[in-house]
Nanobody, 114 residues
Framework: QVRLVESGGGLVQAGGSLRLSCVAS????????MAWYRQVPGKEREFVAA??????SYTDSVKGRFTISRDNAKNTVYLQMNSLKPEDTAVYYC?????????WGQGTQVTVSS
């Protein structure tokens, strides 16, 4: 089992920045692919960014604005979000993936006002 706890969400004006954090506990953090997803009401959860031994990947809509990083010593993955847009408003979830195992955090709300 892996327990994930996100933090850092909030209300920000368009053009602003936020940094999300996700702290993992329970298993060897470095062996997991770590990812961020987001979801708005009525829509499916969508992939935002991920980091693993192959590097980082992003969905097209956040490339150049968001940066994912991880600190294995702190069991933490971050999502730095710059130049935020109202369409980035969502609940952001952290995920830990290894083989068939996938664990989710409880989510943190990000609201971007225009």
């Amino acid at each position: 089992q892996v327990r994930l706890v996100e933090s850092g969400g909030g209300l920000v004006q368009a053009g602003g920045s936020l940094r999300l954090s996700c702290v993992a506990s329970g298993r060897t953090f470095s062996g997991y692919r770590m990812a961020w997803y987001r979801q708005v009401p009525g829509k499916e959860r969508e992939f935002v960014a991920a980091t693993d031994w192959n590097g980082a990947s992003y969905t097209d809509s956040v490339k150049g604005r968001f940066t994912i990083s991880r600190d294995n010593a702190k069991n933490t993955v971050y999502l730095q979000m710059n130049s935020l847009k109202p369409e980035d408003t969502a609940v952001y979830y952290c995920a830990a993936v290894r083989n068939r195992d996938k664990y989710w955090g409880q989510g943190t709300q990000v609201t971007v006002s225009s």
